[in-house]
């Protein structure tokens, strides 16, 4: 529940009889320090207050979604209020949502370098722990997160990474006169522009639905990918920018697909170039075209 009277604050009543908080869904930040990728890490905790509904048990923090709100920016406007100190950066891995017909909770899974001392904000926290991933078993845990939580776990564990192979995009390879070049179109120009997409199809996430098939673990319904943009080696690369690392060589597998706990999806013409790295799907320039409709028509919180 929010420190702060919002348009989403109120009950729903479930078709079962029991009722959930926030008229358009809840979100909530479950925010992970110090992972190896390996199921390892801690998990900011919070203990919630015994008045509370269904209170004195762990969870996240987090509450509901205004009208005007996705739930990325609900979780982190709730964690924000709940929570005092500095976390620093924030980096999102993906959404899992809990589906009730007539509401939802989002739980935005995220990672942060290290974990910082933070404190309760309000009185709605009786504590907030940093824990080891192997211990939040032995909590008393708020019963929906309970259930989730071995699905959360194991996507806690990896990331999503997309890689692009700049010549194999059709706008770049006209631009540059194919791969063997010589067309004399603004190869730079069309770099920058694709550069540009994929940082915004990036933040927008990639829907679940339009990965590869058996591609990605766990049960999410939105992840949001480490980019690698190879811009093939000639010419000049543009710099990167915030969700997008640009690597001037398309030699080989990208570094990225090489980190453990990194399932890829590789985009290009050439997939002998990139066969044999492991949790990878190679995919042709259309699954670009084809898997954009998907996320930008909905916002985090699935609204279209």
Do not use: K
């Not at 929570?83 to 589906?99: D, F, N, S």
Request: hydrophobic share 45%; with cysteine; aromatic share 6%.
């Amino acid at each position: 529940m929010s420190a702060d009277a919002g348009d989403g604050d109120g009950w729903v009543h479930l078709p079962d009889g029991t009722r959930r908080w926030g008229r358009y869904g809840s979100a909530g930040l479950l925010l992970c320090a110090d992972s190896a990728g390996a199921g390892g890490g801690r998990v900011l905790m919070q203990h919630r207050a015994v008045w509370s509904h269904q209170g004195d048990t762990w969870g996240v923090p987090g509450g509901a979604l205004n009208s005007d709100e996705d739930s990325v920016s609900a979780a982190l406007r709730e964690f924000g209020e709940e929570v005092a100190g500095e976390v620093g950066e924030i980096e999102l891995i993906g959404v899992h949502r809990q589906e009730h017909t007539v509401w939802r909770y989002d739980t935005v899974l995220a990672r942060t370098p290290a974990a910082a001392r933070l404190e309760p904000a309000n009185w709605e926290s009786d504590d907030l722990r940093w824990v080891d991933v192997a211990d939040i078993d032995g909590l008393r845990l708020l019963p929906a997160f309970g259930r989730t939580w071995p699905l959360l776990r194991e996507a806690l564990a990896h990331r999503l990474a997309l890689v692009v192979d700049a010549p194999a995009v059709p706008a770049v390879a006209r631009a540059a006169g194919g791969r063997d070049g010589g067309g004399g179109g603004d190869r730079d120009a069309a770099l920058l522009r694709l550069r540009d997409d994929l940082a915004a199809f990036s933040a927008a996430g990639v829907a679940a639905d339009a990965l590869p098939a058996g591609l990605a673990p766990a049960g999410l319904h939105l992840w949001y990918p480490r980019t690698v943009l190879l811009t093939g080696g000639a010419g000049s690369a543009p710099p990167p920018v915030a969700g997008v690392e640009v690597v001037a060589s398309a030699a080989g597998a990208p570094p990225v697909s090489a980190r453990p706990e990194a399932f890829t999806v590789v985009v290009t013409d050439r997939p002998d170039a990139f066969a044999g790295a492991r949790h990878t799907a190679v995919v042709g320039p259309e699954w670009l075209e084809a898997a954009a409709p998907a996320v930008v028509r909905r916002d985090h919180s699935g609204r279209t």
